[in-house]
C-alpha cells in the first residue's frame, strides 16, 4: 500500500564545522560566515591550529548537506510540499 504525504517538515541540525565556525567568526548565523570570505579562508587554519580533523570536519558537513538536498529534490519531484527549519 503507498503511503500519501501532503506536506512534510525537514529539521535539520547545525554541523560541528557550521558550529565551529560560527564560534570562530562570532557571527550569528552560518549564512553570515558563508557571506564572509575572510572568515572562510581562516576557518580551516584556525580549526587545525585548535587540533580539529578538518578534513573530517568538512566531510562530515558535505554529507549532512547532501543528504537535505536530496530529501528536498525528492519531495519536489513527488509534488509534496515542504518546510525545512
Same mark, same amino acid.
Given at each position: 500500500e503507498k503511503l500519501e504525504i501532503n506536506t512534510a517538515l525537514i529539521v #535539520? =541540525? #547545525?554541523t560541528r564545522y557550521q558550529d565551529e565556525g560560527?564560534?570562530?567568526s562570532g557571527k550569528g548565523t552560518w549564512h553570515? /560566515?558563508?557571506l564572509d570570505?575572510? #572568515?572562510m579562508g581562516r576557518l580551516d587554519a584556525q580549526l +587545525?591550529?585548535?587540533g580539529f580533523d578538518v578534513d573530517a570536519?568538512? =566531510?562530515s558537513h #558535505? +554529507?549532512?548537506e547532501t543528504a537535505l538536498n536530496r530529501m528536498i529534490d525528492a519531495l519536489k519531484t513527488m509534488k /509534496?510540499?515542504?518546510t525545512v527549519v
Amino acid at each position: 500500500e503507498k503511503l500519501e504525504i501532503n506536506t512534510a517538515l525537514i529539521v #535539520t =541540525k #547545525t554541523t560541528r564545522y557550521q558550529d565551529e565556525g560560527m564560534r570562530i567568526s562570532g557571527k550569528g548565523t552560518w549564512h553570515e /560566515v558563508l557571506l564572509d570570505k575572510g #572568515t572562510m579562508g581562516r576557518l580551516d587554519a584556525q580549526l +587545525a591550529s585548535e587540533g580539529f580533523d578538518v578534513d573530517a570536519l568538512i =566531510k562530515s558537513h #558535505t +554529507a549532512q548537506e547532501t543528504a537535505l538536498n536530496r530529501m528536498i529534490d525528492a519531495l519536489k519531484t513527488m509534488k /509534496v510540499a515542504h518546510t525545512v527549519v
